[in-house]
């Protein structure tokens, strides 16, 4: 490696001598996906990364190949989809754009590409398989057991249910040459092929609003079928389609399946195996009960040993009835579904004077206590009841649990070990109640087995603050705790929902810390499927609670996420596809809340603001409270420009100027309304108020500096230098400080131990985010131990402006980057990673005294804008990368190309 030091205040390029090039392309995926299988889309879009021993790297232009073989690559006539040599420099979502693409079949692809420094070899081949492309090829039935059977089951109130089991021999005669499961079993299905899971999946299908679509899963099964006998088995729970508290809108029905396995043959020929009236069920099996909130109960003494499996006697069974259809489109799954991510061990057990035990996993998780060899006694329940928080003597806190029961219970058949997990519920819990043992058990006969959705970790951060690396833990928890097959509130009580408000600005931060792009491309339209005929939008999405308030603040996170998926990610798909449904929401709260240019509706306001007393849980002081108009005026006019970009996306350029021209009407009238010419404030002067107006764009030219200048006074001066602001404030607040040249403030509230505050939650013990601001003294009947809501954008604020990763104003997906770090009062370490579409980005500083260095990574074929105050007194940089350096009255700009850097002094 040759280093080059410049004298002073320098830079520090850390280059590879030229004979060790070496450029390759990797991480290549479809549809976001490696090797996905079940894609239903007609033009899959090819994305890969490249990585190179030298910096400055761009590519110039790539080819494509996809083929119906691995083998197929080398003979020009048997390839799909030759690309050709493309001149262009994008890598991320190129779509696919040859022959017609066969239902089912699957499909083999590679890529390679011309860069600045030389050709690439082919990627390794990577492969895809598509959907069942059309509903006439679905041969199968909806089956299952249609009656309630069992005592105490129900469909009303807390519903109760026992797991169905379905069981299908068949024979293959031949020798076979592929086979693929399409499958779906409502609410969660586990399926077996010859004893074997078919999948490590959880909580499968993912959810939706069964009404209008369901999904399905496709999985290749080849490896698990046997010569002659074979037996798929599956194991059918509850879910969200028998929901947990009976309401039309809970529960759609029995559980029911849905089942296709397509065997080919080398002979050319296939067979279909279908769910039909000649499988078997039974619901007399072990899971006696499975419920969401309230937890699953076993007895093992039902158990049906090898009912999954060749030579079962299944005599007793009944014949499996044929059900309807949910009646929503059939439609093959985009996302991965959930999975086990991670295992956690217990770090305490405590003993109760009346027998129990508690456990402490040390964290407040999400998933549910796998058992590991505990002894139980014959016909003696031992019972889990789950909770975040202990009370004072230390039995569990379960007053914010609410109606959900939390008990997971297993009946051992005989005295002895046993080894026991759940699978169909979950619970949100540090600690565990334990009960129906005669003896202590080990740590070690427990295990914490953390469920989310399947999604890469792509961000790192840590400070010289451990208030801040804390908080940044607890939302990391937070964050992949309510991934459920959507965002949702909170992972314990008897809620579990998609809200809408919870997600606006925070699925930005999100995406800094998880890829969590499919999960809310899938959840986009979740909220289109649960949008009424009239436009309106269902603040829960799925609306298991159906809520149509006709404001704006909850539905403004669809068109956000959808901006996020964007900007982010490079995606444009959501917006083009729920661009029209979009519009139709605008138009639908014009005609029921716009009244002289302010939108009147408005239902949450600034929710779960710190109030005047710590026993409440909203405020009562009508100083605090922001109006809701001033709410819902600011949002709208934020989506209206929203649009204005969503329709140059779409093409629908004609839409443009009546959205510019509704936008300056509401400008107007709102300042008109709200405006405080003479104090430069908005309203009551709340700091929500004052921050969405200057951060959204309202405020009148030339008058911004002195309403920051109340945002600071106010917060300084009446909050003690603290947080003021609720879930709609805390969107714009951090961001909105730092722009406007008050990082310390920022830096402050960040950094504060004392309500209100992120570490008053750390001093108080919490490892996730909570609910409310005073969740340690709020009524219980709202509050959360885990809520990610309140992270507004503290997590966004994080990355780019203490990290100073940051998309450039004219770039997407961070092709380019605008890299400018700020350096509040106090803090003098930081270290952030994040893995974009096109690769890891680092930057990692220090600064202690006169002593400063920043080590930055910008990935291949991307750049960056970096500037640093000339304060540094910076020498002027050169070298391999440096594209061009622009030198201002107070700051050093330099374009450098991908690779690794070090700014430094000597």
């Not at 232009?61 to 080398?74: G, L």
């Not at 449904?581 to 240019?597: F, P």
Request: net charge negative; with cysteine.
């Amino acid at each position: 490696m040759k280093r080059i030091f410049f004298i002073g205040w320098t830079l520090v390029m850390l280059m590879t001598a030229c004979k060790g090039i070496h450029t390759e392309v990797v991480f290549p995926k479809v549809e976001m996906q490696e090797n996905p299988e079940g894609l239903a889309t007609l033009n899959p879009r090819f994305s890969w990364q490249l990585a190179s021993t030298m910096n400055d790297l761009v590519q110039q232009s790539y080819q494509i190949q996809v083929a119906a073989s691995e083998d197929a690559f080398n003979k020009e006539e048997e390839r799909i989809w030759d690309s050709g040599m493309v001149q262009d420099d994008q890598s991320v979502l190129i779509p696919y754009a040859g022959d017609e693409l066969l239902s089912g079949e699957t499909y083999y692809w590679r890529v390679k590409v011309v860069t600045n420094q030389g050709e690439t070899a082919w990627s390794d081949v990577q492969h895809w398989s598509m959907a069942l492309l059309d509903q006439s090829e679905w041969q199968a039935k909806w089956i299952g057991e249609d009656a309630l059977s069992n005592p105490g089951e129900t469909a009303e109130g807390n519903t109760r249910l026992a797991a169905r089991y379905l069981r299908k021999p068949f024979t293959t005669s031949k020798e076979v040459k592929r086979a693929m499961l399409y499958i779906s079993g409502l609410g969660s299905y586990e399926a077996y092929l010859n004893g074997q899971r078919v999948s490590d999946d959880v909580f499968a299908p993912t959810v939706s609003w069964y009404p209008e679509r369901v999904y399905y899963n496709v999985y290749p099964v080849t490896s698990l079928l046997q010569k002659e006998d074979n037996l798929l088995g599956v194991k059918l729970g509850n879910g969200r389609f028998f929901g947990m508290r009976g309401s039309d809108t809970q529960v759609f029905g029995l559980p029911r399946l849905l089942a296709q396995l397509k065997i080919e043959y080398n002979d050319g020929t296939s067979e279909l195996i279908v769910s039909d009236n000649s499988w078997k069920v039974t619901s007399k099996g072990p899971i006696i009960a499975n419920n969401e909130y309230d937890g699953e109960e076993y007895d093992a003494r039902l158990e049906m040993e090898g009912w999954n499996k060749t030579g079962f006697d299944d005599a007793g069974w009944k014949q499996a009835d044929v059900m309807d259809a949910p009646g929503g489109e059939l439609t093959a799954q985009p996302n991965p579904n959930i999975r086990v991510m991670e295992e956690i061990q217990p770090v305490h057990i405590t003993r109760l004077e009346d027998g129990k035990f508690i456990l402490d996993m040390g964290q407040n998780m999400v998933g549910w206590l796998r058992i590991n060899n505990l002894k139980g006694k014959k016909d003696q329940p031992v019972t889990l009841r789950f909770a975040e928080l202990l009370n004072p003597d230390s039995t569990l806190y379960l007053a914010n649990i609410r109606s959900a029961k939390v008990t997971d219970s297993y009946t051992p058949a005989a005295d002895g070990s046993f080894s026991w997990e759940p699978s169909f519920v979950y619970h949100g819990f540090r600690f565990v109640e334990i009960t129906g043992l005669n003896e202590q058990p080990e740590l070690s006969q427990f295990t914490g087995r953390v469920i989310y959705d399947q999604m890469e970790t792509t961000g790192q951060f840590e400070t010289s603050n451990e208030v801040i690396n804390q908080i940044f833990r607890n939302a990391y928890w937070g964050i992949r705790g309510n991934y459920r097959g959507m965002p949702t509130d909170c992972p314990q009580r008897d809620e579990r929902q998609g809200w809408l408000g919870d997600r606006a600005t925070g699925c930005f931060g999100e995406a800094f810390v998880f890829n969590n792009a499919l999960l809310y491309s899938k959840w986009a339209q979740d909220i289109e499927d649960s949008q009424s005929p009239e436009g309106s939008v269902s603040v829960v999405s799925p609306r298991y609670w159906t809520i149509y308030n006709d404001d704006v603040t909850w539905p403004a996170a669809w068109f956000y996420a959808a901006k996020m998926l964007w900007q982010q990610y490079g995606d444009t798909a959501p917006i083009k596809k729920h661009y029209a449904s979009m519009k139709r929401y605008l138009e639908r709260i014009q005609e029921v809340s716009m009244q002289d240019g302010i939108l009147t509706k408005d239902t949450y306001g600034d929710w779960c603001m710190p109030p005047e007393r710590q026993d409440l849980i909203h405020s009562q002081d009508p100083a605090r409270k922001t109006a809701g108009p001033v709410l819902s005026t600011t949002m709208y006019y934020s989506l209206l420009n929203l649009m204005t970009q969503f329709a140059e996306i779409t093409g629908n350029q004609a839409d443009i100027p009546q959205f510019r021209e509704l936008a300056a009407k509401i400008k107007e009238a709102y300042n008109t309304r709200y405006f405080d010419a003479d104090s430069a404030h908005y309203d009551n002067n709340t700091v929500t108020a004052n921050i969405l107006s200057l951060q959204l764009g309202l405020v009148p030219e030339g008058r911004e500096e002195e309403l920051f200048r109340n945002i600071v006074e106010k917060t300084e001066k009446d909050f003690d230098g603290h947080v003021s602001t609720g879930v709609l404030g805390i969107q714009q607040l951090m961001r909105g400080l730092t722009e406007h040249g008050n990082v310390d403030l920022a830096y402050r509230i960040a950094t504060n131990k004392t309500y209100p505050s992120w570490g008053y939650m750390i001093e108080k013990g919490a490892t996730t985010i909570w609910e409310l601001w005073n969740g340690d003294t709020a009524d219980p009947a709202m509050n959360s131990a885990n809520h990610v809501m309140l992270l507004g954008d503290l997590i966004i604020w994080y990355y780019e402006d203490l990290a100073g990763i940051k998309n450039h104003p004219e770039s997407v997906a961070y092709k380019k980057l605008w890299m400018e770090p700020k350096f509040p009062e106090g803090l003098s370490h930081v270290k952030a990673s994040y893995h974009s579409v096109y690769g890891e980005i680092k930057s990692e500083w220090t600064r202690e005294g006169d002593a400063f260095s920043w080590d930055v990574t910008i990935p291949a074929n991307t750049s960056a804008i970096v500037r640093l105050p000339k304060a540094l007194h910076i020498q002027t940089p050169a070298g391999a990368g440096i594209r061009r350096i622009n030198e201002t009255g107070t700051e050093l700009e330099i374009e450098i190309g991908s690779g690794s850097y070090r700014f430094a002094t000597q």
